[in-house]
């Protein structure tokens, strides 16, 4: 996700490649990891994940933001072998296609996807590490729709969402206290230092030819 989301267009394109060789190996008499269906249904579930996380963590998003997302991440359409104007291109196109997939009847969890999860969220002796896995949990938990946490057999109350809102409002203040070589991986630091060179060096250049 680094690569694909802060790297070059090799970095891009070599993660893709990646992901496509991982996918090659998850195949069965009636599914394929290559599913057109399938990608684009993962690759909503982050267009809706990660904006939401930001503004629980970071700050708001505007509309803009939320729909440059969209479009820039549509990329991902030719590296993963999937059709023409097949992902949202905006947070209105992402929003409606999430309603119907919610809607539709077609979302299931099995008795499989309900072990993964557990296995993922509650692992064997998790709270020797409780400060590092309750907030994972609470902001998974918290912030699936009802339905799908229902069908997962989490449960949640009252008391969750007042946790979830005490450890949103100390992570966000800790991320505003720590130095960005602390709260920002070093590729995406990497990333705005050439956007920020190449928007200096076009501003030189306009100057110059002003001039």
Known sequence: MLALTFGSDEDAIAAAARINTIH???????????DP????????????SIPLTYELLVGRLTAEDRDRYCAESAVMEPLLGMPAAWLPRDSAQLDAYLREM?????????DAGRAIA?????????R??????RPVQLLTIG???????EAYG???GARDER????????????????????????????AALTIRRARESSAQRSRESAA
């Open 128 to 133: 020797l590490l409780w400060p590092a896995f």
């Open 118 to 126: 557990r296995a993922v969220l509650y692992p064997p002796r998790w």
């Open 24 to 34: 090659d190996r998850v195949t069965g008499p009636t599914y394929s990891a290559h």
């Open 143 to 149: 912030t699936l729709p009802p339905s799908i946490r």
């Open 102 to 110: 919610l809607s539709s009847g077609r979302l299931t969890v099995t």
């Open 37 to 48: 269906d399938l990608l684009r249904w993962v690759h909503a579930t982050l267009l809706e």
């Open 163 to 190: 946790a979830l809102a005490r450890w949103t409002s100390g992570l966000r203040t800790a991320l505003r206290l720590l130095p960005p070589i602390a709260r920002q991986w070093p590729m995406a630091r990497r």
């Open 154 to 156: 989490f449960e949640w």
